[in-house]
C-alpha cells in the first residue's frame, strides 16, 4: 500500500517543514503551519511550458503584442485593469468579507454579457437562490449569465469547457478544490494548485478568469502569497464597513499599470461608479471652523481632493493621547516634534487627533503640510479659510520639500473651485503656466503657517 506522506506548511508564505513549528522560520509568522497530504509530486514546473509553446525561437519572429480587451461596463473597473478584460488573463479580486467582491464581480459579468455571449459565475460559497437575490438587488435578469453551485475544480473547468463562456468568476478561489489533493480546501497546496490549473485554463481557452479570494486578518489573501505570483492582475477592494465608498487598487498587472485606482460607492442597488470624487470628500466639509482643511492628494496617478481634520484638546490625563485615522500614525508624531521644536507651539499637554474624511487612508507625505496645518489651526482655534488646498512633504528641520505632479494637484483643486494654494516654494517656482488661482510658495513651517492662518 502507498504511504500517504504528509508535512507541514506555513499557511501564509508556503514554508515547508517536516515537523509542526510554532513560528515560521521564513516569514516568522505565528501558529500558521497546518497539515498537509500529497501522494504525488505536482506535475505542474511551470503554466507556459504547458502550453505548447516552449520551443526557443527568436524575439524577431514571434508576432503580436496585441491583447485583446473587453470591456466590463464599469469604467472604473476597466481602468484598473488598464483598459479592460484581456483575454486569457486570471485576475485575482481579494478584500474584507462583506466589503462587495461577489457584488461587483456580477455587475462586471452581466456588463460583459449585454455584448452577446454567455459568461460564468461558479460560487462555492452561495447557492444559486443567494446569487439569484443579489442579481435582483442589482436589476441584473440575463440568461446570459449561467449560474453553478460547485467546489471541485474539475467539475467546474468542464462545464467551463462546454460553455466556453466570455468570462468566468470563480467565487472564492479558498472554497474550490481539486481531486488531485488531499489537502483540505483553502489550504496553501489547494489554494496555489486550483489557481495554477485556472490559469492553464485561461491560457489555453483565452477566457479571462477572475478569482475572489479572501483576506486574512493580517491583510494578506488567505493562504498564500505563492497566489500573487501566479496571477496576472491582483487587485484589492478595499473601504471601510462604517463608510458607503470603496475603493478598488491595482497591487499587481501584467497588462497595466499598477497606479491606478477605482472609486465607488455602496448603494441600494449596487456599486456605483464615483466619477467626480473630489467633489464627493469635501461634500461634508465645515466653513471656517478651526482645525479642518482640503488637500491634494494623488492616488495613483489622480488627483483627489479630501478633507482632513485635527483636533487639539488638552488632555485629562497624564499622558497625552495621539490618535490617528487614515494618516500615519508615526508620521504625526513627527510633524508634532516639527511644530514644537520649530514653530514653538506648545502640544505636550494635549490630545491631538487627526482624522482623514471618508474612510480614505492617505499615505502619501504630500499631505503633511495639511496635517501640520490643521493641528496648528486647531491649537490656535484659528480657521482655515475654506477655499485654500494645500500639499507638501515636511522635512525634520521645519523645511517643505517639492513633491511630485504638482500641476495635477493645483489643476484639480482650480477645478473644483479653490482659490489659494500653500504648496512647496520648489514646487511654486517651477509653475510654467497661469493656474488662474493665487499660488503661495512656502519654504518653511513658520512661512506655512504665516500663509494659512492670516
Ligand atoms: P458582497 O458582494 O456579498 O461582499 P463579498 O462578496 O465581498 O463578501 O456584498 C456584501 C455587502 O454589500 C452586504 O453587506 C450587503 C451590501 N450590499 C448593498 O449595500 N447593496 C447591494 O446592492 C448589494 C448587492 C449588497
Ligand atoms: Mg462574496
Known amino acids: 500500500m502507498q504511504k500517504i506522506k504528509t508535512f507541514f506548511q506555513c499557511q501564509s508564505c508556503g514554508y515547508i517543514s517536516a515537523k509542526w513549528l510554532g513560528k515560521c522560520p521564513d516569514c516568522g509568522s505565528w501558529n500558521s503551519f497546518a497539515e498537509e497530504k500529497k501522494e504525488a509530486v505536482s506535475r505542474h514546473s511551470s503554466i507556459v511550458s504547458h502550453l505548447g509553446k516552449s520551443e526557443p525561437q527568436p524575439l524577431s519572429a514571434i508576432k503580436g503584442g496585441f491583447e485583446q480587451r473587453t ?67 442589482l436589476s441584473i435578469n440575463s440568461g446570459e449569465i449561467i449560474l453553478l453551485a460547485e467546489t471541485s475544480l474539475e467539475a467546474i473547468i468542464r462545464s467551463a469547457s462546454k460553455l466556453s ?18 489537502s483540505a480546501p483553502g489550504s496553501v497546496s489547494q489554494v496555489r494548485e486550483c489557481a495554477a490549473k485556472l490559469m492553464l485554463f485561461a491560457k489555453r481557452s483565452d477566457i479571462p478568469v477572475f478569482l475572489v479570494g479572501h ?25 471601510d464597513r462604517g ?21 465607488f460607492e ?43 481634520q485635527s483636533l487639539v484638546s488638552r488632555t485629562n490625563f497624564g499622558m497625552p493621547r495621539r490618535t490617528t485615522m487614515g494618516v500615519d500614525f ?27 474624511v471618508g474612510g480614505l487612508k492617505l499615505i502619501e507625505p504630500a499631505v503633511d503640510l495639511g496635517i501640520l496645518s490643521t493641528i496648528a489651526s486647531s491649537l490656535r482655534d484659528v480657521p482655515i479659510d475654506a477655499r485654500t488646498f494645500m500639499f507638501g512633504e515636511v522635512g525634520l528641520s521645519g523645511e517643505i520639500r517639492a513633491v511630485t505632479l504638482a500641476e495635477t494637484r ?18 511654486a517656482e517651477k509653475i510654467k503656466y497661469d493656474p488662474g488661482i493665487e499660488i503661495i510658495g512656502v519654504r518653511n513651517v513658520e512661512d506655512c503657517l504665516d500663509a494659512v492662518l492670516a
Open 165 to 182: 463562456p466570455k468570462a468566468v468568476v470563480v467565487d472564492s478561489i479558498q472554497t474550490v478544490y481539486t481531486e488531485e489533493l488531499v
Open 243 to 263: 463608510h458607503s465608498y470603496r475603493i478598488l487598487r491595482t497591487v499587481k498587472n501584467r497588462f497595466g499599470s499598477t497606479n491606478e485606482i477605482g472609486i
Open 215 to 239: 483576506v486574512t486578518k493580517e491583510g494578506a489573501i488567505a493562504g498564500p502569497r505563492v497566489l500573487e505570483h501566479i496571477v496576472d492582475t491582483v487587485l484589492y477592494f478595499e473601504g
Open 71 to 137: 470591456s466590463t461596463g464599469i469604467g472604473e473597473l476597466d481602468r484598473v485593469l488598464g483598459g479592460g478584460v484581456v483575454a486569457g488573463s486570471v485576475i485575482l479580486v481579494g478584500g474584507d468579507p462583506g466589503i462587495g467582491k461577489s457584488t461587483l464581480l456580477l455587475q462586471a459579468l452581466s456588463g460583459m454579457a449585454t455584448k452577446g455571449g454567455n459568461v460564468f459565475y461558479v460560487s462555492g460559497e452561495e447557492s444559486p437562490e443567494q446569487v439569484k437575490i443579489r442579481a435582483e438587488r
Open 410 to 427: 493645483i489643476k484639480e483643486a482650480a477645478k473644483i473651485g479653490f482659490m489659494k494654494g500653500v504648496i512647496p516654494a520648489g514646487n
Open 330 to 356: 508615526n508620521r504625526v508624531n513627527l510633524l508634532v516634534a516639527v511644530l514644537e521644536k520649530q514653530a514653538g507651539l506648545h502640544l505636550g499637554g494635549m490630545d491631538i487627533f487627526v482624522n482623514v
Open 266 to 308: 455602496m448603494s441600494d442597488s449596487g456599486l456605483l461608479e464615483v466619477e467626480n470624487p473630489s467633489e464627493l470628500f469635501l461634500l461634508e466639509k465645515p466653513l471656517n471652523v478651526p482645525g479642518s482643511t482640503a488637500v491634494a492628494s494623488i492616488e495613483g496617478t489622480r488627483p483627489l481632493m479630501v478633507e482632513l
